[in-house]
C-alpha cells in the first residue's frame, strides 16, 4: 500500500492516479473528509492528516509501503521559517514511528544553496528528516510550468505580460506537473538502500519570451512579456497581502541571477516528456472554463 500526501493536488494526484492504474493499492492522505471522497470512489482508503501533526501522520503512514510527502506551499513564511521548522520536527517523528520501507519527499530545484530564499523552506525539511533510517528520496523538480497559469488573464486581457523572471531572454528550467508526479509514482516502487536525490527538469528550458509566444500561438493573438522592475517588488508583492516578501524576492533573484540550479546542473537532471506548449493549453482551457 502506497500512502500519498498532497493528493487533491496536480501533483499529487497524478501520482495517486499512476498507481491506481497499475493495479497498486493507494491510501489518500487528505485533511477533511469531503476532499477525500472522490478518492474513495476511486477505490482508495483514506486517511485524515495535516502535515503538522505528528499523530495523525503517522496513523496515515502505518503499513505503507512507500510514502509520498508533498508539502503545501507557503509563500509567506515568517523570518525563522519555524513552520517548515515544525513540519519538519512532525515528519520526522511520524515517519519514525510508521517506518515505511521507503520514502519520496517532494523537494525543490535549489535545496542546496546557501542563500536564504523561499526555497529554504524544502531544505530546511530535508535536513529535518534525512538521518531517519529509512531509505529517502528526495525528488526536486525545477520551476513548475503550471505558473504560468498567472500569465493567461494579462495575455488574454492586454497583450502584455509582467514578468519576474529576468532577463527575458533567459533559459529557465521548467517541468510539468505530470511529469513530477509520473516519475514519483515510479520511484515509489522502485527499491533504494539509501538517501538520494533526484533532480527533474522539462525538455528542454524556456524563456519568458517562449513563454510569451506560445500564449500568442495560442489564443490567437500578440503578447509580450514585459519586466517588473526589481526595486518595485517589496512595495508590490507588500500591497498583495504578503507579510515577509524577502523569501520571495530572494528565490526570483536566484533564478535571474543563476545560484538556484540543480545540484549537479543541467546534465546532471532527467527530463520530462510535457513540453510547455500542452501545459498553456490545458492551462487556457481549463481558464475558459471558469470564466
Given at each position: 500500500?502506497?500512502?500519498?500526501?498532497?493528493?487533491?493536488?496536480?501533483?499529487?494526484?497524478?501520482?495517486?492516479?499512476?498507481?491506481?492504474?497499475?493495479?497498486?493499492?493507494?491510501?489518500?492522505?487528505?485533511?477533511?473528509?469531503?476532499?477525500?471522497?472522490?478518492?474513495?470512489?476511486?477505490?482508495?482508503?483514506?486517511?485524515?492528516?495535516?502535515?503538522?501533526?505528528?499523530?495523525?501522520?503517522?496513523?496515515?503512514?502505518?503499513?505503507?509501503?512507500?510514502?509520498?510527502?508533498?508539502?503545501?506551499?507557503?509563500?509567506?513564511?515568517?523570518?525563522?521559517?519555524?513552520?517548515?521548522?515544525?513540519?519538519?520536527?512532525?515528519?520526522?517523528?511520524?515517519?519514525?514511528?510508521?517506518?515505511?520501507?521507503?520514502?519520496?519527499?517532494?523537494?525543490?530545484?535549489?535545496?542546496?544553496?546557501?542563500?536564504?530564499?523561499?526555497?529554504?523552506?524544502?531544505?530546511?525539511?530535508?535536513?529535518?528528516?534525512?538521518?531517519?533510517?529509512?531509505?529517502?528520496?528526495?525528488?526536486?523538480?525545477?520551476?513548475?510550468?503550471?505558473?504560468?497559469?498567472?500569465?493567461?488573464?494579462?495575455?488574454?486581457?492586454?497583450?502584455?505580460?509582467?514578468?519576474?523572471?529576468?532577463?527575458?531572454?533567459?533559459?529557465?528550467?521548467?517541468?510539468?506537473?505530470?511529469?513530477?508526479?509520473?516519475?514519483?509514482?515510479?520511484?515509489?516502487?522502485?527499491?533504494?538502500?539509501?538517501?538520494?536525490?533526484?533532480?527533474?527538469?522539462?525538455?528542454?528550458?524556456?524563456?519568458?519570451?517562449?513563454?510569451?509566444?506560445?500564449?500568442?500561438?495560442?489564443?490567437?493573438?500578440?503578447?509580450?512579456?514585459?519586466?517588473?522592475?526589481?526595486?518595485?517588488?517589496?512595495?508590490?508583492?507588500?500591497?498583495?497581502?504578503?507579510?515577509?516578501?524577502?523569501?520571495?524576492?530572494?528565490?526570483?533573484?536566484?533564478?535571474?541571477?543563476?545560484?538556484?540550479?540543480?545540484?549537479?546542473?543541467?546534465?546532471?537532471?532527467?527530463?520530462?516528456?510535457?513540453?510547455?506548449?500542452?501545459v498553456l493549453k490545458s492551462v487556457i482551457e481549463e481558464e475558459?472554463?471558469?470564466?
Open positions: 500500500m502506497y500512502a500519498i500526501t498532497g493528493v487533491t493536488g496536480k501533483v499529487g494526484g497524478v501520482v495517486a492516479r499512476a498507481l491506481l492504474a497499475d493495479g497498486q493499492s493507494v491510501r489518500a492522505v487528505v485533511r477533511n473528509a469531503d476532499k477525500g471522497q472522490v478518492w474513495r470512489e476511486q477505490g482508495c482508503a483514506v486517511a485524515l492528516a495535516t502535515i503538522e501533526d505528528a499523530a495523525s501522520l503517522s496513523a496515515a503512514f502505518q503499513g505503507a509501503e512507500a510514502v509520498f510527502v508533498l508539502v503545501p506551499p507557503n509563500f509567506d513564511p515568517s523570518p525563522e521559517f519555524s513552520d517548515a521548522r515544525e513540519t519538519g520536527k512532525a515528519l520526522h517523528c511520524a515517519l519514525a514511528a510508521a517506518r515505511p520501507k521507503r520514502v519520496v519527499y517532494l523537494s525543490t530545484i535549489g535545496a542546496q544553496a546557501r542563500e536564504m530564499n523561499l526555497l529554504t523552506q524544502h531544505s530546511i525539511i530535508e535536513r529535518a528528516i534525512n538521518d531517519l533510517p529509512i531509505p529517502i528520496t528526495f525528488l526536486r523538480p525545477a520551476w513548475f510550468m503550471e505558473n504560468c497559469h498567472w500569465d493567461v488573464a494579462p495575455a488574454r486581457e492586454t497583450g502584455v505580460v509582467p514578468s519576474f523572471l529576468q532577463p527575458l531572454d533567459k533559459p529557465v528550467p521548467m517541468v510539468a506537473a505530470a511529469d513530477i508526479g509520473k516519475l514519483a509514482a515510479e520511484l515509489l516502487r522502485e527499491k533504494c538502500e539509501d538517501y538520494r536525490v533526484i533532480e527533474l527538469e522539462g525538455p528542454t528550458r524556456v524563456t519568458p519570451n517562449q513563454v510569451a509566444t506560445t500564449l500568442a500561438k495560442l489564443l490567437g493573438k500578440a503578447v509580450r512579456m514585459k519586466v517588473v522592475p526589481r526595486e518595485s517588488w517589496d512595495a508590490l508583492f507588500r500591497s498583495q497581502g504578503t507579510k515577509n516578501p524577502i523569501p520571495r524576492m530572494r528565490m526570483l533573484d536566484g533564478f535571474n541571477e543563476g545560484w538556484i540550479e540543480f545540484e549537479r546542473g543541467k546534465a546532471g537532471s532527467k527530463k520530462g516528456s510535457t513540453r510547455l506548449e500542452a475558459s472554463t471558469n470564466m
